[in-house]
């Protein structure tokens, strides 16, 4: 059986390491010669060769394996970005976390045999190459550049919001970086930027609804918040993660909806009996469905909708003679199941509110021939 050639750590890593300044080289884009397969094999073959020997470097291979890819990150990639700002250390930060993955993809197909060899064989579990290439990623640069990065990123949020145009594609980028650095969990993501975006957009909307309440009427303002949503969800689509959008979605309506619900739905002028007053179907429908997922607010538009009709449906009683109170008490019936059709998408709360409204008048009135109410 033929000996495996012995090789000394020095001098067979002094190989390897000319084949990795050449592949960094290359990730940096400086001019080098391509990098060939017999070039690959030879590298393959000391590693395989140093890991089968009598003298075992399994484990000396492995740690200058992150050795390499520590100092690659400290002396090259951490001043890049250090010396950028705002939109370019964003594209910076991408280019190097793409660079960073295909330098650990290469490496460890250098470096596999040390997986097979040495890793999977280790009686205490220990990383793989993969895992250590990306946590050498994580821990140093990650780490120092996520929190400048997250107030870049909610910066062009706030212009966007605001109507500038901004790269939506580097904004997905470079939070992908986020969810990616999670090793599998949402986490990165999570406490590192989702939180604090949730938090400064709490503030944006709050700031907008004092102001839209000073300026708009309840129809207009609502328009701006159907608005505001649509553009809310369009920005999950293109960057954010799509578990945001949810959580986005139940800041602004605490903002523009809850925080302010007495305020728009009991106005004199243009709450939700104005409407009603005024047969401003459209406005209703909208109202209905911004309220509709808040059902401790929706059931406040349920009893303005009661009232109103007990109120008009009072006042028909006391002006109409008794020769037509009946029949004006009937329309009054199928004028508002038309409201719960259209308006209220037959939703069953209103259903019930506005049959037992009209029960209520009718009852009251004394007069009804058998009318029954479906």
């Not at 469905?289 to 808040?294: A, G, N, T």
């Not at 007990?310 to 029949?327: P, R, V």
Request: with cysteine; aromatic share 10%; charged share 30%.
């Amino acid at each position: 059986m033929a000996q495996h050639r012995q090789i000394k750590l020095e001098q067979g890593w002094s190989n390897i390491q000319k084949g990795i300044t050449k592949l960094i080289r290359i990730l940096e884009g400086e001019p080098e010669p391509e990098f060939h397969s017999d070039e690959y094999m030879n590298i393959y073959t000391i590693i395989y060769d140093m890991c089968n020997q009598r003298s075992d470097y399994s484990q000396q291979l492995y740690d200058k394996y992150r050795k390499v890819i520590e100092d690659y990150t400290i002396q090259t990639v951490l001043p890049s970005l250090r010396e950028k700002h705002d939109k370019d250390m964003l594209r910076d930060l991408v280019k190097r976390w793409d660079n960073h993955k295909v330098l650990v993809r290469w490496l460890s197909r250098l470096f596999h045999y040390v997986d097979r060899h040495f890793v999977l064989r280790s009686k205490i579990p220990i990383p793989t190459l993969d895992e250590v290439g990306l946590s050498c990623f994580l821990d140093l640069v990650y780490h120092e550049m996520q929190s400048t990065a997250t107030k870049v990123v909610l910066a062009l949020i706030h212009k966007e919001r605001e109507g500038e145009q901004i790269d939506r594609a580097l904004m997905k980028n470079v939070l992908d970086i986020y969810v990616e650095n999670g090793m599998g969990t949402m986490e990165t993501y999570e406490e590192d930027f989702e939180s604090f975006m949730l938090e400064d957009t709490a503030s944006y909307y709050s700031r907008k609804a004092s102001r839209w309440i000073e300026e708009d009427s309840c129809p207009d303002y609502m328009l701006k918040v159907e608005e505001c949503l649509k553009r809310e969800r369009e920005r999950v689509t293109h960057y954010l993660h799509s578990s945001t959008e949810p959580k986005v979605v139940e800041k602004i309506q605490n903002e523009l909806l809850v925080m302010v619900a007495k305020n728009r739905l009991e106005n004199e002028h243009s709450g939700c009996c104005a409407l009603l007053r005024d047969d401003k179907k459209n406005d209703l429908s909208r109202r209905y469905s911004l309220y509709h997922p808040i059902p401790q607010r929706l059931g406040r538009v349920a009893d303005l909708f009661k009232k109103h009709i007990t109120e008009e449906g009072s006042a028909l009683i006391k002006q109409a003679d008794d020769a037509t109170t009946n029949q004006l008490l009937i329309e009054l019936h199928n004028k508002y199941m038309v409201y719960v059709t259209e308006c209220f998408q037959n939703h069953t709360l209103f259903h019930k509110v506005g049959v037992c409204s009209c029960v209520f008048i009718f009852s009251h009135n004394n007069k009804l021939n058998g009318y029954t109410f479906l």
